[in-house]
Each structure stands twice: as structure tokens, then as C-alpha cells.
């Protein structure tokens, strides 16, 4: 810890809201064709090989590169199937495609492409199991994403970029020794890496490292070269000042990612999030609205339907919320596991009970943090405030006292502590989640500022918290 805080003082005042000029190579992407050019320098690599290069060491990739490498790879294997690695990028490609895209129908065909190259290939082709590894995360099926990823490690230990994924299916499973031992042996295998700050970024997030989440995530803004895996890393930056309620800061990184690479949807979500929360409600609502149109997340979907709520504008957020339910159909048919956003919308927007059963079902097979946070809330919603109680304590403090710094989460805590009479808790938490963020939630953040004004001022009754 007290490192990375030296990291960071010694780093903060790097630019990171710079433009860039150009696509520029990704480390390796020039090893991948022989040169022979005698002193010429030696051509920029074409969209195919920017892509290949990307899905290859586990980095974002531009779209309009994806498109080109996907359509090399099947011409390819159209003349020579039996080609098992080309197999594996192809697979690798679809996953990343789906999901910078949230084209569902892409995971039946990265499933098929990754399958075949172990079948045609080499059985424990690294390539292909980190390629399974990584759409079982797409798809919210963090166990399998667990057994791929642990396959593609015995494979090739080295493979650093296996040890990434892993980051990912540990952190759905709520195993945080799990997640620990993977960032430490990324960061041994490739310690100045993006990729690794942007890991080691989310990973502090979780734990509440929050200036030490920030640090790493600038670093690693700064350091990408590639438009789309800066840009990447610009909308996790532009996150994580949010969820500060660093407002101007946030659209500046969102801003940012937008002008460095145009498809980066999640960033103009992001935009609409913090528009929101400038009270730039027309602007909020457009950003919105060109994210679904180009990337239909039912994430999406449900925080522009609650900010339609906040409106009053019913009818319109149920049009989004009949959208989230669509999506979420599809997403199921093709093999994801949704219960967690289903159950966070049917606590709030259709049937807790439900939300319970399903998320129930969810903790049971990946008990992560935001899954406890979703069934507590959803218990509290159904009148089971004790048992609630209970799973908003892990959403808020972790195993150890250090859990996600989410304003939203100790929101849920104060409320469900209020419903238990325990008042003095309920109003320092409710004090906590209005600090952490001020702008967390349309709909939320006055029913926090009614919930804090109805207790009152601390008496000498309350309880100590």
C-alpha cells in the first residue's frame, strides 16, 4: 500500500486528458510477420494484425479492426481448417466483439471456434481455454470461467494473460485469496503492463484501495498506446472518479475515451451518468440513448429507465425496463447467467420475491460481493431485514472490514438498519453513502436524504453503531 501511494504522488500530475495521434502498435504486433526491407522501416501493421495483436495478449480491441480480423480468420479457415490456433483467434475475436458490442448471438460462434481448435489442434491449446475462460466471464458463468482458466495456467504457467482472466472468474466467485494470488503472479510475470494496472486497478476498487485504484488506473491510461486500450482504461478511470462523485472529473475521463476511440459505448454511458448527475438532464438522456442504440446493455437500460423515474416519466422507463427484460431473454437463451440484474430490477421494479429466489440460487453458485449487496437489498424488500442485514455486512465490509466503497451498497445497509430500529447505524451509514457519492442514484439519492432527514439528529436512545 504505502508503495503504490508513492507510485502515485510521483505519478498524479501526468497528462492523461491528451489527445492521440494516430493508432499506434501494440507491444508484439511487429514480431508477427518477418521483415526483409533492407534499412527501410519496416510497414505499419494493417487492422487484422492491430487485432490479432490485441485479442491475443488480452487487451481491448477497435472495432473496426475486429471486423477485419474476423473476416481474414474465416477466409483463412474456409481454405485450411484444420488450422487450431487460427481457430482460437477467431474465437478469442468473437468474444471481444460480443462484447464491446453486447452482440449476444457471437458467443454460440466463439464457442464453436474455440472448441474446435482444441479438437483440431492442440488439446490444451492455452490460446483456446483462455478463450473459453474469457467468454464463460462474458457470460457470468464464473465457474467454468474458474475451470478454463485454471486449465489454461497448467498449460502455459507463463502465460500471463491467463492469470488476468482469472482475476476476473475468482472476483465473481468472491474468492479473494484466489484473486490476491493471480494479480500477484500477473504482476511478477508482466509488472509494467497496462493490462496489469488496469487489474490491479479494479482489484484495490473492490478491496476499498480507492487512491490506490485511482493511481494505478491513471498509470495505466497513460502508458497504452493503442486508441481502444486507452480508451478502455479512460472510461475505468472515468468510473471510479464517479463513484467519488468527482462529477467534472468523470466527464472529462468519459469525454476523454469518446474522442480517443468513438465505439467506446460504456464511456458514453458513463456520460450519462454524470450528466445526470449535473442536472444536464436532455444531454443525460441523448448520451443514454446513442449508448443502447449502439451497445443495447440491459445494464443500460435499467439506469436510463430509473432516471426516466426520477422524471416522472413512467411509461418511458417502463419502454426500457420491457427493453432490460428483452435482453435479458436473449442473453440467457445463449448461455449467460442473469440472474444477478434480474434480481436487482425485480427487487426494485417487479417481484422482490422473485429477486430472492433468483438471487438466492445466484449466491449459492457465485457468492460475489455485488450478489450479496442484491440479495440483502432484495430480503429487505420481502421483510426479511435480519437475514438482510447480514448480506449487506459482506457487501459493505468484506471478509476482512475493507469492502467495496460503494455508495450505493451502504445505502442499502442504512436503510436496512433503519427497518431494525438500529438508528444510529442506519444514519452514520446513511451520512457514509451521501459522502462516497453524492450523485449515486436518481432514484436513490432522495430517498437517502428523506431517510437521514426522518431520523433526526442523534439522541442519547440511540444505539451505538
Do not use: C
Amino acid at each position: 500500500m504505502e508503495i503504490e501511494r508513492w507510485r502515485r504522488s510521483g505519478r498524479r500530475n501526468r497528462v492523461l486528458i491528451a489527445s492521440v495521434a494516430g493508432a499506434a502498435v501494440l507491444g508484439g504486433v511487429l514480431v508477427l510477420l518477418p521483415w526483409d526491407g533492407g534499412d527501410a522501416s519496416p510497414p505499419a501493421p494493417g487492422p487484422a494484425a492491430l487485432a490479432r495483436g490485441a485479442v491475443t495478449t488480452g487487451v481491448p480491441a477497435a472495432l473496426p479492426d475486429l471486423a477485419v480480423l474476423i473476416g481474414d480468420r474465416e477466409r483463412h479457415l474456409r481454405a485450411r481448417p484444420l488450422d487450431g490456433a487460427s481457430w482460437a483467434v477467431l474465437g478469442a475475436a468473437y468474444v471481444e466483439q460480443a462484447r464491446r458490442t453486447a452482440d449476444v448471438a457471437n458467443w454460440a460462434k466463439a464457442e464453436k471456434a474455440l472448441r474446435t481448435s482444441l479438437k483440431v489442434g492442440a488439446e490444451r491449446d492455452p490460446q483456446a481455454l483462455e478463450g473459453l475462460a474469457a467468454l464463460a466471464v462474458a457470460r457470468r458463468d464464473f465457474p467454468a470461467a474458474k475451470k478454463w482458466g485454471e486449465s489454461a495456467v497448467k498449460a502455459a504457467p507463463k502465460r500471463w494473460t491467463a492469470h488476468a482472466v482469472l482475476i476476473d472468474a475468482y472476483t465473481g466467485l468472491g474468492d479473494d485469496k484466489g484473486v490476491g494470488r493471480a494479480l500477484e503472479k500477473l504482476k511478477e510475470l508482466r509488472p509494467d503492463a497496462p493490462a496489469t494496472g488496469a487489474r490491479a486497478a479494479a482489484v484495490y476498487r473492490n478491496r476499498g484501495w480507492r487512491e490506490d485504484a485511482q493511481a494505478r488506473i491513471s498509470d495505466a491510461a497513460a502508458a497504452a498506446e493503442a486508441p481502444a486500450e486507452r480508451a478502455a482504461y479512460l472510461e475505468q478511470a472515468g468510473r471510479l472518479a464517479f463513484e467519488r462523485g468527482e462529477r467534472e472529473e468523470a466527464l472529462r475521463f468519459f469525454e476523454e475515451a469518446l474522442r480517443t476511440d468513438p465505439d467506446q459505448r460504456a464511456a458514453q454511458a458513463g456520460q450519462g451518468r454524470v450528466l445526470a448527475a449535473l442536472g444536464r438532464t436532455t444531454d443525460a438522456l441523448s448520451a443514454y440513448q446513442a449508448a443502447l442504440a449502439k451497445r443495447p446493455e440491459p445494464e443500460y437500460a435499467l439506469e436510463l429507465g430509473e432516471l426516466y423515474e426520477s422524471l416522472g416519466l413512467g411509461q418511458a422507463a417502463r419502454v426500457q425496463y420491457d427493453l432490460l427484460r428483452k435482453r435479458v431473454r436473449e442473453a440467457e437463451a445463449a448461455g449467460a447467467d442473469e440472474r444477478l440484474l434480474l434480481g436487482r430490477f425485480e427487487a426494485d421494479h417487479g417481484d422482490p420475491a422473485r429477486a430472492v429466489r433468483l438471487l438466492r440460487e445466484e449466491w449459492g453458485r457465485q457468492p460475489g460481493i455485488a450478489v450479496a449487496d442484491a440479495l440483502g437489498w432484495a430480503l429487505h424488500r420481502t421483510g426479511e431485514h435480519e437475514e438482510a442485514l447480514e448480506f449487506a455486512a459482506i457487501a459493505t465490509e468484506g471478509d476482512k472490514g475493507g469492502g467495496v466503497r460503494s455508495a450505493l451498497y451502504v445505502f442499502h445497509r442504512g436503510v436496512i438498519e433503519r427497518e431494525l430500529e438500529r438508528y444510529g447505524p442506519a444514519r452514520r451509514h446513511l451520512r457514509e453513502a451521501l459522502m462516497i457519492n453524492p450523485y449515486f442514484s436518481p432514484l436513490r439519492v432522495p430517498e437517502a436524504k428523506r431517510a437521514l432527514a426522518a431520523l433526526g439528529e442523534p439522541s442519547v436512545e440511540d444505539p451505538p453503531g
